[in-house]
């Protein structure tokens, strides 16, 4: 017999402990913006709140924003793609009517980094700037997706270790506090992979040089992949793993990895776990 003690809580979470995200890739879909004016997936998601809504993912670190009358029609060199002030208004505009905060994902990749290495924030500037003055509900923004995973997705030129993360997290800090006050900053949704922790390690490294400068700790975690689209597959995505409790269950071990490392040189922060699925690449 079990019996449960309910008269006192362990924890609380908070009300949006269940939230969701809107990949960026869909957002700049290749026919244009992403309909966030649909009247049935505002009814569905509707039922969601309160939550936050993520708009990130690896094509997060390709955009340049342009939020003037007449933008760009091609991205300048190092960007993917282009977020106008139409594509952004219609995100801001549902989660405003659906009571929604975000948490948006700016871009840390290639394209707004100087000939040094070094994080370039006045693009950034553009789009916190506009988001601040029509009072568009962001509640956090992240500078990057995925950051030890820089290696993999731009090639070993493109790596980020975790001192240089820090000096750009500085950077983040000090831009959002003199733009957007009343926001928080997170990072580095540094990717943790089954078996393996975490691909190329630079949260220790982060937290011990640029801890103080952190609101969130996100990170990323999925039990296993997709086995025909992820290029690293430490535990590949079967019928056995994706039913079994024990690949679930392995998220406590890196969970607390990343909740001791936090405690120890960001106690202020809070941690995050920003993405996850049944399995990653696709689900």
Request: aromatic share 8%.
């Amino acid at each position: 017999m079990i019996e449960i003690d309910t008269t006192n809580s362990v924890a609380r979470l908070d009300p949006r402990y269940l939230s969701f995200t809107v990949d960026t890739s869909q957002v700049l879909s290749a026919n244009g913006t992403f309909d966030f004016s649909r009247a049935r997936l505002k009814m569905l998601a509707k039922e969601l709140a309160p939550a936050m809504l993520r708009i990130g993912g690896i094509q997060a670190d390709g955009v340049f924003y342009d939020l003037s009358e007449n933008p760009v029609t091609s991205p300048p060199d190092g960007f993917e793609r282009i977020t106008t002030r139409a594509t952004w208004d219609g995100v801001c505009d549902f989660a405003e009517e659906l009571g929604l905060q975000i948490l948006f994902t700016l871009n840390a990749g290639p394209g707004p980094r100087n000939g040094s290495g070094d994080w370039d924030p006045s693009n950034a500037r553009s789009l916190i700037e506009y988001t601040r003055s029509r009072g568009c509900p962001v509640e956090v923004w992240e500078l990057g997706n995925e950051i030890n995973a820089y290696i993999v997705v731009y090639g070993v030129s493109a790596a980020i270790d975790g001192a240089q993360y820090a000096a750009d997290m500085a950077r983040q800090r000090q831009l959002v506090d003199e733009v957007d006050p009343d926001a928080r900053i997170a990072g580095p949704a540094s990717a943790y992979f089954p078996l393996l922790g975490e691909i190329v390690p630079i949260l220790p490294t982060f937290l011990d040089v640029g801890g103080e400068s952190i609101d969130i700790v996100t990170w990323h975690y999925y039990p296993q992949q997709s086995s025909n689209n992820c290029p690293i597959q430490s535990r590949p995505a079967e019928a056995e793993t994706l039913l079994s409790p024990t690949p679930l269950d392995g998220i406590a071990l890196w969970a607390e990895e990343v909740e001791v490392a936090t405690a120890a040189h960001a106690p202020q922060a809070e941690v995050w776990l920003a993405e996850t699925s049944h399995a990653q690449c696709g689900g």
